[in-house]
């Protein structure tokens, strides 16, 4: 159309009449009108004023870049701010995750002693990397309504909302909705949401997954006139209050008031490598760390005088202002044991992570896990399972190389009752043991 109008353009020529004459167009859009009955040449007119500024201005409208019909409805509106909230936080996230990677160095995959930190899906059992946990939780939380929508509902307002308190106060709300209805089944007030109300607006609306776990009890939506009003208003109602109706839902409730977010487990990705002389040597990609370059080069340095730190005996008090510093410089740390075999058994732990699960992460890895070991830290410190404290307040971040030993007690014992050494490591962990670079 746009090249239509250039070629209009292109063949208009004005031609200049005679003294005192008007411009006229030889191309007028106007067809030549012929007087019948007459030999006159047909009279010629030029565009009027009016319809001068109405070509112009359809011409200015086929040239200028055509924009996107924006929606005018509420639903629209809110789809649309909805994807434009997305879409930033998404280049949030991304820009976020940009900075803290150019805090560190950034070495070869092929050089790195782990590819990077994975987790587990606890609804699709999947391996995730980092970035792509909390997608792929949402999703798997939206295919459970199809089997339960209370449970997914549930999860949904454990999981999407952030803020622990508004989700309480949702949660206060529509439990207070339920008790209301057990309390007084045949009351029509108590079984009508509006959804127009103020508490409803403020507390509960704003949090997700609340409708839906309202729809999952059985409220149902229907627009009911309103006094004072002239057009209906939405309701939430619920149209069945049998005895059994009501002894579901307060289950439901308790379900409700029960719920805890999914989170995605931190996967160890067991590994088990040949003796090395390379087993203290340690190249971890960024999620490792959470500090500039500088700050770990002097964290390195600082590394001997935190060891002779460690054996001196600190207060409870002391300790735990420790950690707190620790988990502000590391997020996740990277173990190996050597075994008295001298293979390695490698696994990636939370830094906040306490000594029993390191150990619970060892018996589950050997055959004769309940036979009882020890731990050797660099330093020559002996770990004690019982004990609740961090790996980070073990200085066992960001990476750390630690000694197994069998309890020499009870393998005298084994011994002298003609037993043999015990097999180390599961069988499934050896079929995938490799050479450590």
Not at 349 to 358: C, G, I, N
Not at 421 to 435: D, G, M, V
Request: aromatic share 6%.
């Amino acid at each position: 159309m746009k090249k239509l109008f250039d070629g209009i353009k292109k063949d208009m020529k004005f031609k200049t009449a005679g003294p005192g004459k008007k411009l006229t167009d030889d191309t007028s859009t106007k067809p030549d009108v012929v007087q019948s009955g007459s030999g006159a040449r047909p009279n010629r007119h030029g565009p009027s004023e009016g319809s001068q500024r109405a070509g112009a201005a359809a011409l200015a409208r086929i040239e200028q870049i055509p924009r996107p019909k924006i929606g005018t409805s509420q639903d629209a509106i809110r789809n649309q701010v909805k994807r434009e909230l997305e879409a930033a936080s998404l280049a949030e996230k991304d820009k976020a995750e940009s900075e803290e990677r150019s805090k560190v160095p950034v070495m070869a995959p092929a050089c790195l002693s782990v590819s990077g930190v994975y987790f587990t899906c606890p609804l699709t059992g999947a391996t995730l990397a980092k970035s792509d946990r909390e997608v792929h939780i949402k999703e798997a939380i939206l295919m459970r309504f199809e089997e339960d929508p209370v449970e997914a509902s549930v999860m949904m307002i454990h999981t999407f909302n952030k803020d622990r308190d508004k989700v309480k106060a949702a949660i206060d709300i529509m439990s207070k909705y339920i008790e209301n209805i057990c309390k007084n089944p045949t009351e029509e007030k108590y079984r009508k949401i509006k959804l127009g109300n103020k508490v409803y607006q403020e507390k509960v609306r704003s949090v997700e997954g609340s409708r839906e776990f309202l729809e999952a009890l059985g409220f149902t939506s229907i627009m009911l006139p309103v006094e004072g009003k002239e057009e209906d208003e939405e309701f939430l109602v619920l149209l069945e209050y049998s005895p059994d109706a009501l002894e579901l839902m307060q289950e439901r409730r308790d379900r409700l008031q029960r719920g805890e977010p999914v989170r995605a487990q931190l996967d160890r990705q067991p590994q088990v490598f040949r003796s090395s002389p390379n087993a203290q040597r340690f190249e971890l990609p960024p999620e490792f760390y959470n500090m500039t370059s500088e700050e770990l080069k002097k964290e390195q340095l600082q590394r001997s005088e935190l060891v002779e730190k460690n054996a001196m005996l600190r207060t409870k008090v002391m300790r735990e202002k420790e950690e707190q510093r620790e988990r502000r410089k590391y997020n996740y740390t990277l173990l190996r044991i050597r075994l008295p075999d001298g293979s390695l058994l490698q696994g990636t732990f939370y830094a906040w992570d306490r000594l029993p699960v390191l150990f619970a992460f060892i018996r589950e890895s050997l055959v004769d896990g309940w036979q009882p070991f020890e731990l050797i830290a660099p330093g020559g410190q002996k770990l004690q399972e019982s004990e609740e404290v961090a790996l980070a307040e073990c200085n066992l971040v960001p990476a750390a190389l630690l000694t197994f030993a069998w309890d020499a007690a009870v393998q005298a014992d084994i011994a002298a009752a003609g037993g043999k050494s015990p097999a180390l490591l599961k069988p499934s962990l050896l079929e995938t043991i490799r050479t450590l670079s």
